[in-house]
């Protein structure tokens, strides 16, 4: 019946002994009833008392019956397997066994039935009790629930154990009622027939057996895509019977013995008392079983998300039976979620504004700080479009820019003026991305914005501060620069005055030279202070093209008298190019860099000779480069990396506040979206090593 089973040519086998190593090969069906597995020996062996008594002596037991597996040398050195239990009988009688090992009920039966009860004795207590069942082989655990079910509504109607008592009664056969034998000739005849159903029936799913099994290959192949199993539990055995999609999950080997404990002890510690307490409130109240929770994979130690449903059948009683259900891993779907848990936790509580558009830039959403920042609420922004926060200030020239790097590149970034709720504007700097969809579709956009006010408020402040710094810088610039024509204009009028006085004869002619020369003078002056207005005056905002060399050109006559009044000598190499920026903002940022190299040659070179500044343009890879060099011997390791800080200064407060080049590093990088780099180098000039710093300045250059 065994080999039957390994070799798949039988699904199940009757009532048999439940032990360790049958569960290996079957599943088996609740306990139908408990065999009493007993010694037996001659009535007249008077030297056999107790168990021990047994070690040297014969003990027969049956090939294929479980005493087989039960008797051990413990008990005896001369076990004596036997095929047949009426040879065993008659070995037992005739001396050739001293004792025989055989379940209680089934041997008194036979002995009845050979008038032997008389002449052989059993021991007082069982050797053992087994369990008894239906054993299912492995492949069919999806009918256990089923023959476990019908079991139990055999056992509430007094079927089974009518049928039990009956037909292993130890009462004597004659005994027994014609009413009784027709009882159970009935039962019998019942038997037979769902017998000869059920083989009827069996033969027809062998039919099937194949597409059947074709189908479940489809199940498994569609159960490993889903990372899902299926499983069986027995309340009565507390046995669980499971797909191996189920044991992959839990890292458990496929033929281990499955309990209530063992799956407990898979669950993550922190789950465990949870799953415990659901599991007694689904049997208390009746319900399905449906939870996630957490395995630690037994195997890789890897903690695994899963999703466990459950229904559970019961009997006429409401106890539970069986439950069957399935298993999943949704390890990806935690993970994805928690990581959309963080993403939406930081996007309610980053101090950004954050607004999310559909791709018609229809608002969809937006976070805290955008409604703290603009004032309005995301239920007054819904299905709007963002430019219900625009101004006036920004020109379209700006939107078209900021459209184009949107449509070729799918990110913009760069400092906007917008309108609040209450009608003031506000300074943000704001980053917008596009969203795509897996075909590269443009699904939406995403603006996340910095509100600068404050920040520009400030800088606005500086900005303030470095021009009055140079202001006082080309004060002396101004009063080197007009010492020469207020001494023109003075000579010639003391002159004109002072011949009047004298009465002396003045030509016409004389007197025009004279006023034409004042009026040069004049005129000279009068540039020099609108240069110096210009500059101090200047609208940050205000864009518009230029030439570079103008731009030099501007940036010499408000320096020139500063660097020639320290013997600095100015070298340039200027090209011939079109800039769209603010010009005072980079002649601003320029003067600071001038300024630094004077100070630095002023300081450190006693010899005026040695005082050189280098001026060069050049356009590299589309983008100008403006490099700056002078010669006085470089800065310091030490503060190399700080110069750009604010208020940084390693003079004096008297001369420098620290600013300067604080304000040129944000005018190239915020303003103009380049980038300033310093170094100390060595260099040739005129036969002669010089040294210095070098700062190199990269601007982007507007496309025609």
């Keep these: 019946m065994f080999e039957l089973a390994k070799n798949n040519k039988i699904d199940i086998v009757p009532n048999i002994g439940i032990t360790k190593n049958r569960e290996e090969l079957f599943n088996f069906s609740q306990p139908t009833d408990t065999l009493k597995i007993k010694l037996f020996k001659r009535k007249d062996s008077y030297d056999i008392t107790k168990i021990e008594d047994l070690k040297t002596k014969k003990l027969g037991v049956l090939l294929n019956n479980i005493c087989n597996v039960l008797i051990s040398k413990e008990i005896t050195d001369n076990k004596i397997v036997l095929f047949d239990l009426s040879r065993a009988i008659s070995s037992l009688t005739s001396g050739e066994l001293d004792a025989l090992c055989y379940p209680d009920s089934s041997l008194n039966m036979k002995l009845k039935e050979l008038s032997l009860e008389n002449k052989i004795v059993s021991f007082e207590k069982p050797l053992i009790e087994v369990k008894r069942g239906l054993g299912l082989t492995k492949e069919n655990f999806d009918l256990l629930p089923l023959l476990d079910e019908a079991i139990t509504d055999l056992k509430v109607e007094g079927t089974f154990q009518t049928i039990y008592s009956h037909w292993f009664s130890q009462k004597d056969i004659n005994t027994i009622s014609q009413s009784t034998f027709y009882k159970i000739l009935i039962i019998l005849v019942i038997v037979l027939i769902i017998l000869f159903i059920y083989i009827y029936g069996n033969n027809k799913l062998k039919e099937q057996y194949k597409k059947q099994?074709?189908?479940?290959?489809?199940?498994?192949?569609?159960?490993?895509?889903?990372?899902?199993?299926?499983?069986?539990?027995?309340?009565?055995?507390?046995?669980?019977?499971?797909?191996?999609?189920?044991?992959?999950?839990?890292?458990?080997?496929?033929?281990?013995?499955?309990n209530v404990d063992l799956w407990i002890k898979c669950i993550h510690p922190d789950d465990q008392q949870r799953v415990a307490l659901y599991w007694a409130s689904c049997l208390n109240k009746g319900v399905d079983y449906k939870i996630e929770y957490r395995f630690i994979n037994q195997k890789t130690k890897e903690i695994i998300w899963v999703v466990a449903l459950g229904e559970i059948s019961r009997d006429k009683n409401h106890n539970p039976i069986t439950m069957f259900g399935t298993i999943q891993n949704i390890d990806e779907r935690k993970k994805t979620e928690e990581e959309l848990t963080q993403a939406m936790m930081v996007f309610e509580n980053t101090n950004d504004g954050i607004l999310v558009t559909d791709k018609n830039t229809n608002i969809i959403n937006v976070n805290k700080s955008f409604e703290i920042t603009t004032g309005y609420s995301l239920k007054e922004v819904i299905n709007k479009k963002p430019s219900m926060l625009k101004t006036d200030l920004n020109k379209d020239s700006f939107y078209k820019k900021m459209?184009?790097?949107?449509?070729?590149?799918?990110?913009?970034?760069?400092?906007?003026?917008?309108?609040?709720?209450?009608?003031?504007?506000?300074?943000?700097?704001?980053?917008?991305?596009?969203?795509?969809?897996?075909?590269?579709?443009?699904?939406?956009?995403?603006?996340?914005?910095?509100?600068?006010?404050?920040?520009?408020?400030?800088?606005?402040?500086?900005?303030?501060?470095?021009?009055?710094?140079?202001?006082?810088?080309?004060?002396?610039?101004?009063?080197?620069?007009?010492?020469?024509?207020?001494?023109?204009?003075?000579?010639?009028?003391?002159?004109?005055?002072?011949?009047?006085?004298?009465?002396?004869?003045?030509?016409?002619?004389?007197?025009?030279?004279?006023?034409?020369?004042?009026?040069?003078?004049?005129?000279?002056?009068?540039?020099?202070?609108?240069?110096?207005?210009?500059?101090?005056?200047?609208?940050?905002?205000?864009?518009?093209e230029f030439t570079l060399k103008d731009a030099f050109s501007k940036l010499e006559q408000l320096t020139k008298d500063?660097?020639?009044?320290?013997?600095?000598?100015?070298?340039?190499?200027?090209?011939?190019?079109?800039?769209?920026?603010?010009?005072?903002?980079?002649?601003?940022?320029?003067?600071?860099?001038?300024?630094?190299?004077?100070?630095?040659?002023?300081?450190?070179?006693?010899?005026?000779?040695?005082?050189?500044?280098?001026?060069?343009?050049?356009?590299?890879?589309?983008?100008?480069?403006?490099?700056?060099?002078?010669?006085?011997?470089?800065?310091?390791?030490?503060?190399?990396?700080?110069?750009?800080?604010?208020?940084?200064?390693?003079?004096?407060?008297?001369?420098?506040?620290?600013?300067?080049?604080?304000?040129?590093?944000q005018i190239i990088t915020k303003q103009f979206n380049g980038q300033i780099f310093v170094s100390n180098i060595e260099f040739e000039n005129n036969r002669k090593i010089l040294s210095g710093a070098e700062f190199r300045i990269v601007l982007p250059l507007e496309k025609k």
């Design 213 to 258: 099994k074709k189908l479940e290959k489809k199940l498994n192949s569609a159960q490993e895509i889903a990372k899902l199993g299926h499983y069986s539990y027995s309340f009565n055995k507390d046995l669980f019977v499971c797909s191996k999609q189920i044991d992959e999950i839990i890292g458990i080997e496929e033929n281990s013995v499955k």
């Design 562 to 665: 500063s660097l020639h009044n320290n013997y600095i000598k100015y070298e340039t190499e200027i090209e011939d190019l079109t800039l769209v920026l603010n010009e005072n903002l980079f002649i601003q940022a320029l003067i600071n860099i001038y300024n630094n190299a004077k100070d630095a040659m002023v300081d450190n070179i006693e010899n005026s000779d040695d005082r050189f500044l280098f001026v060069e343009t050049k356009v590299v890879n589309e983008k100008l480069e403006i490099l700056i060099k002078d010669t006085g011997y470089g800065i310091p390791l030490n503060i190399i990396d700080k110069i750009f800080e604010p208020y940084f200064t390693t003079k004096h407060s008297s001369v420098g506040t620290g600013i300067g080049l604080y304000m040129t590093n």
């Design 403 to 544: 459209w184009s790097d949107l449509n070729t590149k799918g990110v913009w970034s760069g400092e906007i003026i917008n309108k609040k709720k209450d009608g003031s504007n506000y300074y943000e700097f704001l980053t917008i991305n596009v969203i795509y969809g897996i075909n590269k579709e443009v699904n939406g956009y995403i603006g996340i914005f910095s509100d600068i006010t404050q920040q520009k408020s400030d800088e606005k402040m500086l900005m303030t501060q470095s021009k009055v710094a140079a202001v006082g810088e080309m004060l002396g610039n101004i009063s080197h620069q007009w010492r020469q024509p207020l001494s023109v204009i003075s000579t010639h009028a003391t002159g004109i005055k002072l011949k009047l006085e004298l009465e002396a004869n003045l030509e016409k002619e004389e007197i025009c030279e004279s006023m034409e020369n004042i009026n040069k003078q004049v005129q000279y002056l009068s540039k020099t202070i609108d240069d110096f207005r210009n500059f101090f005056k200047g609208d940050t905002n205000d864009i518009q």
